[in-house]
């Protein structure tokens, strides 16, 4: 009977070391997130059918620790980030597919394609820039004529044609006035 209430106490801690790990969904995890989500539940199920309470809780406390101490670390020294974290993989330039970046990766024109239409993009000449990020995401910029108008965007159109429009018919008012007075 006892097992059952250490099943639960380790269940418990590893569900707030987890919100200490921090709130990332799966796809938005780095691999080393990854591998510490799979460690910790690896030691869970091992404690559950063998070790005891307290040394589990200090495993998964060290794991969590030294998730955090990397990701300290990766914030102060780049070299720390390049080294255990990676950086995102540039897979399009100017509208070009970086073939050899898509090798790297392995990854197909055809995968690449099926990313941009999961996007809304038809065509890979609409892309300024591409890039497969460390989480696995796909981060792009569109070229300008590709980019969608926003209501911010049409307000500035809108009030610059008005402001135009206002000075032309004071311009025509002015002409229209001179005329008037050399008659």
């Known amino acids: 009977m006892n097992f059952i209430?250490?099943?639960?106490?380790?269940?418990?801690?590893?569900?707030?070391?987890?919100?200490?790990?921090?709130?990332?969904?799966?796809?938005?995890?780095?691999?080393?997130?990854?591998?510490?989500?799979?460690?910790?539940?690896s030691t869970t199920g091992h404690a559950i059918s063998e070790q005891g309470l307290?040394?589990?809780?200090?495993?998964?406390?060290?794991?969590?620790?030294?998730?955090?101490?990397?990701q300290f670390l990766a914030i102060k020294?780049?070299?720390?980030?390049?080294?255990l974290i990676g950086k995102p993989t540039p897979v399009i330039q100017d509208g070009k597919i970086i073939m050899n970046n898509?090798?790297?990766?392995?990854?197909?024109?055809?995968?690449?394609?099926?990313?941009?239409?999961?996007?809304?993009?038809?065509?890979?000449?609409?892309?300024?820039?591409?890039?497969?990020?460390i989480t696995g995401q796909f981060g792009y910029e569109l070229m300008n004529h590709a980019k969608t108008v926003t209501l911010?965007?049409?307000?500035?159109?809108?009030e610059q044609l008005q402001s135009n429009l206002l000075q032309q018919l004071r311009a025509i008012e002015q002409r229209v006035s001179k005329e008037n007075i050399q008659e």
């Open 77 to 83: 020294f780049n070299f720390v980030k390049r080294l």
């Open 54 to 70: 307290i040394k589990t809780i200090i495993a998964l406390c060290s794991l969590v620790a030294l998730l955090l101490l990397i």
């Open 102 to 133: 898509l090798k790297k990766l392995r990854i197909t024109v055809d995968q690449l394609e099926s990313r941009l239409r999961e996007h809304g993009i038809s065509s890979v000449t609409d892309v300024k820039t591409a890039s497969i990020e």
């Open 152 to 158: 911010g965007d049409l307000e500035k159109m809108i």
């Open 5 to 41: 209430w250490e099943s639960m106490v380790i269940l418990l801690t590893g569900v707030c070391l987890i919100r200490i790990a921090g709130k990332k969904t799966v796809a938005q995890m780095s691999g080393l997130e990854v591998i510490t989500i799979l460690a910790i539940a």
